[in-house]
């Protein structure tokens, strides 16, 4: 070789290391090969791409390159071989990955749980004008694969009602498939967070309730989602509680109440009506007070007392009693008769209310007598009769009653009748006749009475 030629060998080994060192130097690598995203979260059953692009001219360079599958376990397979010409997939895999060279990308059809890994794509490129010169590219992807949530399921322990701070409750949720998932509690549609009484795992998946109260009473939800899937509900499930009695109250729609003192009407019927907030239901029992000394009148949340039985103030009590909790409550008040001006008294006669029958009757015969009072005035006119007896002569009003036997020569005279029209039915004027000959004197017809010429001795008429 002549020094000429070792002169070049030399300069062109100079220039090639030179080129190598400033690619290192300058992260040059980076330029021909580019990975767009190094973390993929697929869904199982569905594909995913494994994209890469290029960034240097396939007709000038050489390639040769595998793509390989780390799992979580830690085992390793190379899943294909490749050049620019030609490509070796697995036979484990070749109906699972599609790969066409000269694109490097790595695409998997049906994604599987165990696809889950890191996958390493290794490449070599030679450029065809710089011989010798060979560029390493190595890029690591990251692959997890989600299982959609299934509907999660409660289960509690203990499964029946707990006593409030005398036990405690855990609710765990579970799912049968879902990777990665997180879970969320509700009660009654709102979202539960950590409190000095609510413990939560890790994953939030079990609930714990120490101790249980009153409180913790209601409807919950275990909530199960992850990256692939929304919140998935479970079905609801009642936590039962035993609680109280609490807040007991002694109440009455009737009479005055002052504090714990109620004033009534005498002779009224009052009804007392006890309730406090307990679960189960409690047992209610009335007790009087008077003299020191006490007695159960009844039991049951209601009180009936009638007022005019009562011979002077006196004091009651209402006491509730829960049979599980075995706790019990009281509450008392003092009931007083005095009449305090309502307008509202209510008249009772033995606790009985007095029949509106009687009002009704006097109703009744009032309305009656004043129909046939209208009736007996259309009728008969009385008004008109009395006008007509006492516009008669004084002479005819004072004349003594005759019967018919006495002396003839008083009914010596003179006589003239005069006719009104119309059929006498009767001898004797009837309150209806009256009325109609009142009628027609009205009609301004005149009646002449009979006329009467007794003369002073019998010898003087005779001789006329």
């Avoid at 967070?193 to 009153?214: E, N």
């Avoid at 046939?372 to 004349?399: D, G, T």
Wanted: aromatic share 8%; with cysteine.
């Amino acid at each position: 070789m002549s020094l000429q030629d070792k002169m070049l060998g030399a300069t062109e080994w100079t220039a090639l290391c030179v080129f190598s060192v400033l690619l290192i130097l300058t992260d040059a690598s980076s330029e021909f090969i580019h990975v767009p995203s190094l973390v993929h979260h697929g869904i199982e059953g569905m594909p995913m791409l494994l994209s890469v692009e290029s960034r240097f001219p396939l007709d000038e360079v050489e390639i040769q390159g595998t793509w390989s599958h780390t799992r979580r376990s830690g085992s390793r397979a190379t899943l294909v071989t490749f050049t620019k010409e030609a490509a070796i997939i697995d036979m484990t895999y070749r109906n699972h990955l599609l790969f066409k060279q000269p694109n490097v990308s790595l695409l998997v059809w049906k994604l599987k749980q165990e696809d889950e890994g890191d996958y390493q794509l290794n490449l070599n490129i030679e450029f065809h004008n710089k011989t010798g010169l060979v560029i390493k590219e190595e890029k690591t992807v990251q692959v997890t694969v989600d299982v959609p949530v299934s509907i999660p399921v409660i289960e509690e322990s203990p499964s029946y009602a707990v006593i409030e701070d005398e036990a405690n409750v855990t609710l765990t949720c579970s799912v049968d498939r879902g990777t990665r998932v997180v879970f969320q509690w509700q009660r009654d549609n709102t979202l539960l967070s950590p409190t000095d009484r609510y413990h939560f795992s890790k994953d939030s998946s079990t609930l714990l309730i120490s101790p249980v109260r009153k409180e913790d009473k209601g409807t919950y939800h275990c909530v199960a989602s992850n990256l692939v899937s929304q919140g998935r509900h479970s079905r609801a499930m009642e936590l039962n509680v035993f609680y109280g009695p609490y807040n007991l109250e002694v109440n009455s729609g009737q009479g005055l109440r002052t504090g714990e003192v109620f004033t009534i009407n005498p002779g009224e019927l009052v009804f007392f009506d006890c309730s406090a907030d307990s679960n189960p239901p409690n047992s209610y029992v009335w007790i009087s007070k008077s003299h020191n000394t006490t007695q159960v009148i009844t039991e049951g949340p209601r009180l009936e007392v009638r007022s005019y039985r009562l011979a002077q103030t006196e004091e009651y009590l209402c006491r509730a009693f829960n049979n599980v909790t075995q706790k019990q409550e009281e509450a008392q008040f003092t009931l007083v008769v005095a009449s305090f001006g309502t307008g509202k008294e209510k008249h009772t006669q033995e606790g009985i209310p007095v029949s509106p029958l009687a009002a009704i009757t006097v109703c009744s015969l009032f309305i009656i007598g004043c129909m046939l009072l209208f009736f007996i005035r259309r009728s008969c006119h009385p008004k008109r009769v009395l006008m007509s007896i006492y516009n008669r002569p004084l002479s005819e009003q004072k004349r003594p009653h005759r019967s018919g036997h006495e002396d003839a020569t008083e009914d010596f005279g003179i006589y003239e009748f005069v006719s009104i029209p119309g059929k006498m039915e009767s001898a004797q004027a009837s309150c209806r006749s009256l009325a109609r000959l009142e009628s027609v004197q009205d009609m301004h017809t005149t009646i002449y009475d009979v006329i009467r010429h007794v003369p002073e001795t019998p010898s003087h008429s005779l001789l006329k």
